[in-house]
């Protein structure tokens, strides 16, 4: 495997682990996970929010391990890693799997935007031609290398400053007492809110791919934790607001509660202020789907280092246009986002983990060789 | 269209033209009119004289250089040199150094017609223009001096202004016909050896046969030439320039053309006008977010009417909606072939402006902006609304101090209203996104192109969208990785003005 250190000028200041843990938490499910959370913990799904979100800083901090065990060995990178933890072949198959995970949440992502934008602003938008220009203009920031993509998770992170200040605005309107009483729900019924919320604030990971583009990694650790907090205090609130603001019958009728929310806001100019937060929502799809599309591109350029990046990139953006379109409904769209969901608790809980055991396992072997 | 595509031919029918012999060279320039070419033959040293008329300063030429040439005492070159009272005077025997010192002004002196052996006079001519006040970025207070055409004088108004030794000039000649001077100048010990060495490697690469003017050479270094947006400021303020220079910019002139580029830069320097730091920072602070919001007026407003009134009606309230609705409701076009009519006619009319004489000129806003502009209201052709829309984001398309800068937003109006009668709010959303991702691709010099923003520099933001107080700003901007990063010492700053005392009044 190649060790080759990353050019300091591609490379991205420890600050920016902040906006990409927390740019790529923040998905399409921000608007819909309230009903999810509600269907089995109703008014005590905050609890199962803020057990997952602290949840997250274990794995984090199990991730981050791994990466800075592994700087000594090789790329620290998830790729070169499981080349080099389970050989050639193994690797290549491991790898291969990871970027279709990692591919399906790109699809389910952009698919699930066009989804509410069907609904809610055009129904009769085509979702192949749609899909090939988010592509477009992703392929365009992918082309301009990680910084430029690190770049677009910053600026959104900008933009939702004021969208997120709009939740003040349920105090008006709020009824606190939905809240109560509180703990009433068992602890399977909390256990399996918490399976449901994986969605939500899967993404971090990601951070095992791009870990070489940070200049003194070693900084990194403490943005990632701000990341990790910022994303949970962000759910809770958002869980928080549903709950005061619609009844529990209600929220769980309610697809997006979110946009719901947004719905019952006016301004002065602006009557209908959940088409403008949709449109908006487009700042955080962008760098989404840009940094998923690097991954896999990557992932092909170190599996296969004949093809280079650039026209690894085309064939991933035409794949990902393809697949959009070939999801057809909500039962399809259901389907696959639930087994990408378990995939990835799966991956976080059991599988990154192993990863850290394995990866302690070989140093002993190659101790004892010595 | 300036590149030569073909290398190697041009300079092969360059090589044919040219003269071989000096007597060639002679032969070729003896039918111009202001070409002097004689045998001197009076007092004990002969010698053949040549020069252009127009080239060399006449007067400077009668005074100082033939009266000397009489003297009895001359009989060979170097007497020739010891006596004639100007300075530089200098001996050539290369047919392209005599060629293109007597294409610059100066008198070239021979032993024989054919010898190439040949004394070279500087008497080059500085007729120019006089030092006026600047005309496109002007200012009520400040400094009142605008760069000229000719680059000494240029050079000379910076070096009045940096009077150290640091300050360092390079000369470069580009263009294969041209050979127009170009030179960098910038302060050693603060300025980035980097910065200067991509300059410079920037103006060595050129392949170009002639540079007129600074904005062509900012077009042709600049690091993405495809982007609308201009990468290097260009300033006729040699006050500006100096401000760049302390701050460890870099300055390009270009002989022959009355403004300095300043490289690198960052996207939010062109909202910024020189006059900012003339005021207090409160104020400065007040126009420079006003000009920010016209700018973003001026690319929205249009393509929002647009969108609205297209797809999303619903978005309006409905008290709002009514008044929309009857002033649109005579006119028979839909949204976007109103709002493109308007803003064609409003992109005419400065057209026109520009082109006119300055009398004229005045003429045009009159009857494009009162008679056009009501009457076209009132034949049904636009609504009241979009009227008021489409002047006012004109009007803050102005506001942007630097006019390139200011071509390039009233552009970039079209793709978005294009956009927002495709896909509404969606449309711009994602015009935008694209226009945001091709900055951050963009760099100056290297250097990112929307730096205090992203990446996110702190020390910078102290003077982008708000201007801080000069005393809080003590270091200078990171964007350009200066040797020297501190402005002054602010410890000691605050120990000047005296500590505030504990209590109220002691």
């Known amino acids: ?370 | 269209m300036f590149w030569y595509k073909k290398k190697n031919q041009s300079m092969k029918e360059e090589q044919s033209a040219a003269p071989k012999t000096i007597q060639e060279l002679f032969l070729q320039l003896k039918d111009n009119p202001d070409f002097s070419h004689y045998q001197h033959d009076q007092g004990s040293f002969q010698c053949w004289i040549s020069f252009f008329n127009s080239l060399v300063n006449l007067e400077s030429v009668h005074r100082d250089v033939l009266p000397f040439l009489y003297d009895s005492q001359i009989h060979s070159f170097s007497d020739v040199q010891e006596r004639i009272p100007v300075e530089k005077v200098s001996h050539a025997s290369d047919l392209y150094t005599i060629q293109s010192k007597l294409m610059e002004g100066c008198i070239v002196v021979q032993e024989k017609e054919s010898s190439l052996n040949c004394l070279i006079v500087p008497t080059v001519s500085r007729e120019g223009r006089q030092i006026e006040k600047p005309e496109i970025e002007t200012s009520v207070i400040g400094p009142k001096e605008a760069f000229v055409e000719a680059i000494d004088t240029n050079i000379s108004l910076l070096r009045k202004r940096i009077p150290i030794p640091q300050f360092t000039v390079e000369q470069f000649r580009i263009g294969k016909i041209s050979n127009t001077r170009v030179c960098l100048a910038y302060i050693k010990g603060i300025a980035s050896e980097e910065n200067v060495n991509t300059a410079r490697q920037r103006l060595q690469n050129l392949e170009i046969d002639h540079l007129i003017d600074a904005s062509t050479l900012s077009q042709l270094i600049s690091d993405n030439a495809r982007s609308p947006f201009p990468q290097f400021i260009d300033t006729e303020r040699p006050d500006r320039t100096i401000a760049g220079l302390f701050e460890g910019k870099i300055t390009a002139l270009v002989d022959g053309s009355p403004s300095a580029l300043i490289l690198p830069t960052s996207l939010i320097e062109f909202f910024l006008a020189f006059d900012d730091y003339f005021i207090v920072w409160h104020f400065a602070t007040f126009y420079r977010l006003m000009r920010l919001f016209a700018v973003a007026f001026s690319v929205f407003s249009s393509a929002l009417y647009v969108a609205v009134l297209t797809y999303h009606y619903q978005l309006i309230p409905t008290d709002l909606l009514g008044s929309l609705i009857t002033s649109r409701s005579v006119v028979p076009f839909s949204p976007v072939a109103e709002a493109l009519v308007l803003e064609i006619m409003i992109e005419l009319l400065r057209e026109a402006g520009a082109r006119l004489p300055t009398k004229v000129g005045q003429t045009i806003g009159i009857v494009g902006g009162i008679v056009l502009g009501t009457a076209s209201v009132q034949a049904g052709l636009t609504s009241n609304v979009l009227l008021i829309i489409v002047a006012m984001s004109a009007l803050a398309a102005f506001t942007t101090p630097n006019y390139r800068m200011g071509t390039t937003i009233r552009f970039l109006r079209f793709p978005f209203i294009l956009a927002a009668s495709l896909w509404g709010l969606l449309g711009i959303a994602l015009c935008f996104t694209f226009f945001v991702c091709h900055l951050l691709r963009l760099s100056s010099l290297g250097r990112p192109y929307i730096e205090p923003i992203f990446p996110l520099r702190v020390t910078d933001l102290k003077d982008s969208f708000v201007r801080f107080p000069y005393s809080l700003q003590s270091e200078r901007p990171m964007l350009l990785r200066p040797e020297d990063t501190g402005r002054f010492n602010k410890k000691r700053v605050q120990k000047k003005k005296g500590k505030p005392s504990n209590d109220i009044d002691e």
């Open chain 1, 1 to 370: 495997m190649e060790n080759v250190k990353i050019d300091e000028t591609r490379q991205v200041s420890p600050v920016n682990t902040l906006f990409l843990v927390l740019g790529m938490q923040i998905g399409i499910s921000i608007l819909s996970f309230q009903r999810v959370a509600a269907q089995n913990s109703g008014y005590d799904n905050w609890v199962s929010v803020a057990l997952m979100g602290l949840s997250t800083l274990g794995v984090m901090w199990i991730v981050l391990r791994l990466l800075h065990n592994e700087e000594s060995y090789g790329q620290p990178e998830l790729f070169s890693m499981q080349k080099r933890f389970f050989g050639r072949w193994i690797g290549t198959l491991l790898n291969i799997y990871v970027m279709s995970y990692q591919f399906s949440v790109i699809v389910i992502f952009m698919r699930g935007y066009i989804e509410i934008i069907q609904v809610w602003i055009f129904p009769r938008l085509g979702t192949l031609s749609f899909a090939a220009i988010f592509s477009i203009i992703i392929w365009y920031t992918v082309m301009g290398g990680f910084r430029a993509i690190t770049g677009t998770f910053f600026l959104s992170f900008v933009y939702l400053v004021p969208l997120h200040l709009l939740n003040i605005l349920a105090i008006g309107n709020a009824h606190f007492s939905n809240l109560l009483p509180m703990f009433e729900h068992s602890i399977g019924d909390l256990a399996q809110t918490f399976m449901k919320m994986g969605p939500c604030f899967i993404g971090f990971e990601t951070i095992l791919y791009f870990y070489p583009f940070i200049k003194r990694p070693q900084q990194a650790g403490k943005w990632c934790y701000f990341g990790l907090l910022t994303t949970t205090a962000l759910y809770l609130t958002l869980s928080l607001v549903a709950t005061v603001n619609f009844s529990p019958g209600e929220l769980k009728t309610e697809v997006w509660p979110a946009l719901s929310f947004w719905k019952s806001i006016h301004f002065p100019l602006v009557d209908r202020l959940e088409y403008i937060g949709i449109v908006y929502w487009l700042c955080v799809l962008i760098p989404n789907v840009s940094l998923g599309a690097w991954i896999v591109s990557r992932g092909i350029k170190i599996s296969i280092p004949l093809i280079r990046q650039k026209y690894a990139l085309v064939f991933v953006m035409l794949m990902i246009t393809l697949s959009c379109a070939l999801i057809r409904d909500r039962q399809q769209f259901d389907w696959i986002s639930h087994w990408i969901a378990n995939i990835g608790l799966f991956c976080m809980y059991v599988y990154i983990p192993f990863l850290l055991f394995w990866q302690w396992l070989l140093k002993k072997k190659g101790a004892k060789k010595d």
